[in-house]
């Protein structure tokens, strides 16, 4: 469930902690445990992560 719903937030966020801040807020609504909420964090720094590596990657390789 949480999972699905902050895979926006990866998208949306201009920082790590802007990352973390919002996949927070996505997630307490109906996650209020610890577990639930680490794990959407997770998710969304895990799609955060890629989407700067395929950057730099592009940019090092002169695409666009």
Not at 7 to 18: K, L
Not at 33 to 58: C, D, R, T, W
């Amino acid at each position: 469930g949480s999972a699905m719903r902050v895979s926006p937030v990866a998208w949306v966020a201009e920082s790590e902690e802007q990352v973390k801040e919002l996949s927070l807020m996505v997630t307490d609504v109906t996650h209020n445990h610890p577990e639930g909420i680490k794990g959407a964090e997770a998710i969304a720094m895990g799609i955060n992560f890629s989407q700067v590596l395929q950057e730099a990657l592009m940019l090092k390789l002169g695409v666009r």
